[in-house]
T-cell receptor
Framework: KAGVTQTPRYLIKTRGQQVTLSCSPISGHRSVSWYQQTPGQGLQFLFEYFSETQRNKGNFPGRFSGRQFSNSRSEMNVSTLELGDSALYLC???????????FGSGTRLTVV | AQRVTQPEKLLSVFKGAPVELKCNYSYSGSPELFWYVQYSRQRLQLLLRHISRESIKGFTADLNKGETSFHLKKPFAQEEDSAMYYCALSGLNNNDMRFGAGTRLTVKP
């Protein structure tokens, strides 16, 4: 079966711009979580969606938002980009709690 | 609050030697613990879950609630085990999974 698909793979944006990242989960996976990965901070939890509802949110400013569609696909949006937002953004999906995640390859965002 | 600590950023062993990657956690409820692995140029992938009590690629991990630990062990390391390993915790009724900082394991020939 197809894996978790994240698009785009790479993005370069300018400070102050906004960006939207997309994640298509494995069929049957209704839980979608987003993580920010940086060399200094490791994997930081952004938020988790299940059945179009945000169930949990990490400690990120309101500039980071997300949503999930009825087909379980999810998008995350970052507005007013800052240099510090440069990171690898990972999407992870699973059937539900208590299952392990399947990760996408990530979107590498560079803010200049 | 849930927290996962992996005290070793780097760990190096020789091929054939035993390896133990440490993971300690803090969580007030019933934890679900996982180990993930990332090989060079590959996606992060699930290695094992404590609830499954399985051995994957020769690795095992036992949940020790008294010591709040979930160390990953393998009796005889192989060069192909060289990778980044992350310990992660999710609550039984908590839907976000928190990761440790990771341990880079290098198995030398």
């Amino acid at each position: 079966k197809a894996g978790v698909t994240q698009t785009p793979r790479y993005l370069i944006k300018t400070r102050g711009q906004q960006v939207t990242l997309s994640c298509s989960p494995i069929s049957g996976h209704r839980s979608v979580s987003w993580y920010q990965q940086t060399p200094g901070q490791g994997l930081q939890f952004l938020f988790e969606y299940f059945s179009e509802t945000q169930r949990n949110k990490g400690n990120f400013p309101g500039r980071f938002s997300g949503r999930q569609f009825s087909n379980s696909r999810s998008e995350m949006n970052v507005s007013t980009l800052e240099l510090g937002d440069s990171a690898l953004y990972l999407c992870a999906t699973r059937q539900d709690s208590n299952y392990g995640y399947t990760f996408g390859s990530g979107t590498r965002l560079t803010v200049v | 609050a849930q927290r996962v600590t992996q005290p070793e950023k780097l760990l190096s062993v020789f091929k054939g030697a035993p390896v133990e990657l440490k993971c300690n956690y803090s969580y007030s409820g019933s934890p679900e613990l996982f180990w993930y692995v990332q090989y060079s140029r590959q996606r992060l992938q699930l290695l094992l879950r404590h609830i499954s009590r399985e051995s994957i690629k020769g690795f095992t991990a036992d949940l020790n609630k008294g010591e709040t630990s979930f160390h990953l062990k393998k009796p005889f390391a192989q060069e192909e085990d060289s990778a980044m390993y992350y310990c992660a915790l999710s609550g039984l009724n908590n839907n976000d999974m928190r990761f440790g900082a990771g341990t880079r394991l290098t198995v030398k020939p």
